[in-house]
């Protein structure tokens, strides 16, 4: 099946810093791609949806400002969590999908640890 | 709104164990069924899937059967190897959609398989 790759695997921060993770199709274009948080214990949670070249769909409750998402290229989406807070710590996972009514793939997953 | 129950984890097997995941839904409809695995550092695999009422999803010998009367869709496999080790995640769809569409996730469920 097609890889999707996740950059960094994991990043420890401090409160206040903003921190990017990327999130590469590395054989196929990505028209779409999926932000999901998951807490320990806890369900893959939707973040946002992102479609190239225009802006991000969020779930309600997910704060825009905080949860920065570009989708500039078809291979490329990357999260920014700005001004990154301890309750951010959590696991986050992209995910991709080729074209409408194709499969998602999904990404290894980076672990964000804010101190 | 949509949800998705799984039994807690881990599960710890002997080698050759029949293997029982149980997963419930609660949706409008007729929701598309799905199993996701997931093995240590990678991400998340579709496993296998189930579209429509009485279908039964089956891949790598496990199986699980789409039933509407009781909003289940559990996982089972009758004899169970090591490299089965994982972390296992039912889902769900909106009706007709299929993996590309906005999934549903439940907590995931550890399964330990030891010889």
């Known amino acids: 099946g097609a890889v999707v790759s996740q950059h960094p695997s994991w990043v420890i921060c401090k409160s206040g810093t903003s921190v990017k993770i990327e999130c590469r199709s590395l054989?196929?274009?990505?028209?779409?791609m999926f932000w999901y948080r998951q807490f320990p214990k806890q369900s893959l949670m939707l973040m946002a949806t992102s479609n190239e070249g225009s802006k991000a769909t969020y779930e309600q409750g997910v704060e825009k400002d905080k949860f920065l998402i570009n989708h500039a290229s078809l291979t490329l989406s990357t999260l920014t969590v700005t001004s990154a807070h301890p309750e951010d710590s959590s696991f986050y996972i992209c995910s991709a999908r080729g074209t409408p009514g194709n499969e998602q793939f999904f990404g290894p997953g980076t672990r964000l640890t804010v101190l | 709104g949509d949800s998705v129950t799984q039994m807690e984890g881990p599960v710890t097997l002997s080698e050759e164990a029949f293997l029982t995941i149980n997963c419930t839904y609660t949706a409008t409809g007729y929701p598309s069924l799905f199993w996701y695995v997931q093995y240590p550092g990678e991400g998340l695999q579709l496993l296998l899937k189930a579209t429509k009422a009485d279908d039964k999803g089956s891949n790598k010998g496990f199986e699980a059967t789409y039933r509407k009367e009781t909003t289940s869709f559990h996982l089972e496999k009758g004899s169970v190897q090591v490299s089965d080790s994982a972390v296992y995640f039912c889902?769900?769809?909106?009706?007709?959609?299929?993996?590309?569409?906005?999934?549903?996730f439940g907590t995931g469920t550890r399964l330990q398989v030891t010889l």
């Open positions: 889902a769900l769809s909106p009706p007709r959609g299929g993996t590309a569409s906005k999934l549903t």
């Open positions: 054989d196929f274009q990505a028209t779409t």
